[in-house]
């Protein structure tokens, strides 16, 4: 069974929601059960694809009190952490596989105030946050390739977020182990009984249908995947 203090938290990643109508979307997912919002920052370098900037995460923070969890998809995380923690990220997730130094953009974040993530792509095995993984709020293992939505769920990712889940208990930790990519009612079970904490949802969320049953769905799937867990 899992901690009883563990949390289970959904994160709609507005990504895949309708840019047109972002603020209704947000409003949507606010209103159905979300516990945060994810937004996805690509430079068009680190990632082929461009997306958010500090506007836009700052035009979301006027319109919610969820915790803001920004995915830094860029080359250079380190010189953007100011201007994202000034737009109202609460989470600044950067990738370990950046050109900037883990370490020093952790103790940055966290001088800033902000919680900060260490993210791994699919091919990045976990001891690549070694240096920087007991000072981790949270562990995001990339369940597809970054910087496209839509893509299928990779489950060759899943022993990575058991072998995380299990190391942050060993050191009596709560830091959350986040996925990310292809996260459906389906997939999000597995997740959750391999020990994932935070689900980043996009096209589950917002393609198709309510978003308030849509949340309702995957609130009782990653609920159903962590009574699965082996303690």
């Known amino acids: 069974m899992p901690s009883p203090t563990r949390r289970l938290r959904l994160a709609p990643s507005l990504l895949s929601a309708d840019f047109a109508a972002l603020g209704d979307a947000v409003r949507a997912a606010e209103a159905g059960g979300a516990d ?13 694809n461009l997306s958010f900037g500090p506007a836009l995460v700052a035009a979301v923070r006027a ?14 995380p380190l010189r953007y952490l100011d201007a994202f923690h000034r737009a109202g990220g609460d989470t600044l997730v950067f990738h370990v596989e950046s050109d900037s ?15 900060v993530g260490g993210a791994i792509s699919p091919e990045t095995p976990l001891a690549a946050l070694d240096p920087v993984f007991d000072a981790l709020d949270q562990v995001l293992v990339m369940s597809v390739h970054p910087g496209f939505s839509g893509q299928e769920f990779l489950p060759d990712v899943l022993p990575k977020v058991r072998a995380a889940r299990e190391r942050l208990d060993r050191a009596g930790r709560n830091a959350d182990v986040s996925i990310d990519g292809g996260i459906t009612a389906a997939t999000a079970v597995r997740a959750a009984e391999a020990g994932a904490t935070f689900f980043v949802c996009g096209n589950s969320v917002f393609a198709h249908g309510s978003v308030g049953e849509n949340l309702r769905r995957l609130r009782a799937a990653v609920e159903e995947g962590a009574q699965r867990a082996v303690p």
């Not at 130094?101 to 919680?115: F, I, K, N, Q, Y």
Request: aromatic content about 2%.
């Open 36 to 48: 945060a919002l994810h937004l996805d920052v690509m430079d068009g370098h680190f990632v082929p």
């Open 101 to 115: 130094d883990p370490a020093e953009v952790v103790r940055r974040a966290h001088a800033l105030g902000s919680a």
């Open 63 to 76: 319109r919610t009190r969820l915790p803001l969890d920004v995915h830094l998809m860029i080359s250079d």
